[in-house]
């Protein structure tokens, strides 16, 4: 089966510039996440997705990112404007049933986002 | 909250070294346990996971077991290769919730 996609790879902007990174997660997965990594750290929850309804934002800076995920398949996550504290790798992720606690994520590669 | 504690790195061996990687978590219920292992440029992937206590998870000759009396997860291997260098991260699952709770990794060098 193909993978979690997610578009750009790389990305750098200036500070106060707007940024859009793109996601479709595996065919079948109800739900998908969008995570921040910084270097040398662990993934953090920023949004998850069960279809096209929002589970858990509480950890997403809302004056700043948004997420949408329309028709509950592919998603976009934007940040306006962004700060040099965004740099981080952002990671999205699906899972097949978000009832079952066990059913693990399954992560695409990343975006790389630098801010100067 | 949930939360997952990891021994620092980097963690530096020699190849056909043994790997032990320390892992404990906080949590209010009973949660699925994870490994996941990511390689240099890439996204995070499964290594293995434990849904109960006692259960052992194995993939790759890496193994780890459920402690619920330690609460804890540690990963090991038996014999390491170059190609397992990589971060490894612990994580858990809640019972009764949605949310992935990730450790903030190991980096894992191992030297030829």
């Known amino acids: 089966e193909a993978g979690v996609a997610q578009s750009p790879r790389y990305k750098i902007i200036e500070k106060r510039q707007s940024v859009a990174f793109w996601c479709n997660p595996i065919s079948g997965h109800a739900t998908l996440y969008w995570y921040q990594q910084i270097l040398g750290q662990g993934p953090k929850l920023l949004i998850q997705f069960q279809n096209n309804g929002v589970v858990d934002d509480s950890q997403l800076p809302k004056d700043r990112f948004s997420a949408e995920r329309l028709k509950g398949v592919d998603s976009t996550l934007k940040i306006q404007p962004a700060k040099l504290e965004d740099s981080a790798v952002y990671l999205c992720a699906s899972s097949l049933y978000s009832a079952e606690y066990n059913s693990p994520l399954h992560f695409g590669n990343g975006t790389r986002l630098t801010v100067t | 909250g949930d939360s997952v504690t990891q021994m620092e790195g980097p963690v530096t061996l020699s190849e056909e070294a043994f790997l032990t990687i320390n892992c404990t978590y906080t949590?209010?219920?009973?949660?699925?346990l994870f490994w996941y292992v990511q390689y240099p440029g890439e996204g995070l992937q499964l290594l293995l996971k434990?849904?109960?206590?006692?259960d052992k998870g194995s993939n790759k000759g890496f193994e780890a077991t459920y402690r619920k009396e330690t609460t804890s997860f540690h990963l090991e291997k038996g014999s390491v290769q170059v190609s397992d260098s990589a971060v490894y991260f612990c994580a858990l699952r809640e019972n009764y919730g949605q949310n992935f709770v990730f450790g903030p990794g190991t980096r894992l060098s191992v030297l030829p």
């Open positions: 949590a209010t219920g009973y949660p699925s």
């Open positions: 434990a849904t109960k206590a006692d």
